[in-house]
């Protein structure tokens, strides 16, 4: 199996895939490959929180022009795999070849040769469904290798189910839960985000701590619908449902958040009563400067804008104010920001102890951490090593 993840994301993922017994585990650029059975597949859809989606690969072939795709899509014996009565979706993804450079091609393309079989063998050819399919294949293109897989997933993973509404530029689950977990947060010491968004962090916070499963809310996976070489076994996944509820347990930590817009912290609280965690997590409406650090550390975690969408000023004085506060306020707490803007980040004006490369989407960032210990002095930007790259 291929569990696909986030650019940075790879050793969470990796020890994920420990805990809930894949094998043969092998990280890979955005992806980690592993080995497992039926249970495995269900568990790393159900409660691993930074994958996206997993593949199962079921051939593989050299290509080098559309001709080659079709025959060799048509070896395949797809009526092990679904039945003419079925719908499908195919997502393709190529590089580095020059005959494949329209990827809707490569999917018509592949459509065309799965319905040509069945209608040759069956009279009758499956339809598609680009939204809620029977099946959906992977196409993966590099070079002249193609791989074809089964998504067992259907939507991305980082759909959890409990969002109902967001503001501007929402934090994608995956990437949210990741930095809990890069972080290294205890799950019961303090968890503070001061600019919470629509609650993203505080949620996937949340669920961390009391052992919510990522899939806990989700509606369906596309292995339910499978037959064939892969059916779905409803008591199998029954008893892993069962097991994970069983495991969720009580809030152990506090969990904080704010927001200087009203607007933000509505959107918060909403999503937090979505996710049935609302009763777990204080939030107010409140500028960071003027916040209150609980007593007895923990984290704090905030992904701050990047100034995309603010006067360069504005958003130096942004940064520069987050360092000011947390020295003077936040003594005895381990600071995570991630951020993009590495002239902004210059201006926090702490030293970092840790820098680690990650992706929010296209934007490459640095999720940069800062120990404040009691007396942390505060230095001058020009004395740090703040290079991004490094």
Known sequence: MLAKTLAGLEDVLVEELKSIGANEIVKANRAVAFEGDLKTLYQSNYLCRTALRILIPIFSFKVRNQEELYSEIQRIDWSNYMKHTDTLAIDSVSNANDAFTNTMFVSMKVKDAIADQFRNKFGARPSVDTENPTIRINIHIFKHDCTVSLDSSGSSLHKRGYRIDSNKAPLNEVLGAGLILLSGWDKESNFIDPMCGSGTLLTEACMIAKNIPPGFFRKEFSFQKWQGTYGFDKT????????????IQPLKAKIFGSDSAKASV??????????????????????????????????????????????KDDVTVLYKSIGDTLKAKYQGYDAWIISSNREAVNSIGLKASRRI????????????????????????PDKENTDLTS
């Open 236 to 247: 199998l996944w029954d008893n892993i449902v069962a097991t994970a509820k069983q495991n």
């Open 266 to 311: 509505f959107i918060t609280k909403d999503n937090l009563k979505s996710a049935g965690v609302r009763e777990d997590i204080t939030v107010q409406n409140q500028l960071f400067q003027d916040t209150t650090a609980p007593e007895g550390g923990g984290v704090v975690l905030m992904n701050p804008p990047y100034g995309e969408r603010m006067d």
């Open 357 to 380: 490369a990650i992706f929010n989407g296209p934007l490459e960032c640095r999720f940069i951490k800062y120990e404040m210990y009691r007396g942390t002095k505060k230095i001058r």
